[in-house]
């Protein structure tokens, strides 16, 4: 089965683009095409999510930072920056550390794996939320008090999410991303034998990774603190992200 990415822009330095749990490649919809005027854009469906869906062996962060880097090799593509959101940030992280010759830069965005907390229950209500009225209130949970939750956004969400299997492959994987209430943590040593350019942003009032994360980083991460701001990073301030994605490609 081949991964799906949307792809954008023609020339420049490949930048790849990892969602969170439970989105999809159109959490980048207001990024990517700021990014596609300089550089050549994937953003991916991870596996076992819309049109990466269904997946064998979705429970597993390496599996999908397997199929991301074996989807890119298969392309010709060995050298890019990456991007990662929430989970899509630990898949980020975890690329790095297993292939680092291959990445360039990397902008990660309220990452998973920086720390055992996590907000297990919103997780897990994410997870099986399948309609409108169960899935706006966990984005809402998700975002900024200032930041609307579009209607568009919601029935998009709800239209992908009520495929056949869709919402049981996501609850089994919110399983496997938190034991008894908490999340895997990538050790702060590991973090720091990586030597590519790092940015790093979270907001202030996050709900479900807490800001508090961001302590005690390796001296090479360039870090951003956006007050008022929540989990979605790519949806509420995506100018923000377009920027340091881009800056940090130079």
Known sequence: MKLFALEAGTSGPTVVLLHGFGGSHSVWDAVVPQLAERCRVLAYDLPGH???HPWPETGKPKVAVDA???????QGIEQFH???????GAIAMLMALEAPQRISSMSLFAPGGFGSEINARLLARSAAATTSSELRPTLEAMTGWSTPVEDETVMALATWRAVEGQSDALVALSRSITRDGRQGA?????????DMPISLAWGTIDNVLPVAQTAALPP?????LLEGIGHMLPQEVPDFVAQLIAKTTR
């Open 68 to 74: 991301v880097l074996a989807d890119l090799s298969n």
């Open 186 to 194: 990538i050790p702060r040593e590991r973090m720091a034998e990586l």
């Open 82 to 88: 990456v991007a990662g959101h929430s989970m899509g």
């Open 220 to 224: 090479q991460f360039a870090l951003h």
């Open 50 to 52: 819309r049109n990466s």
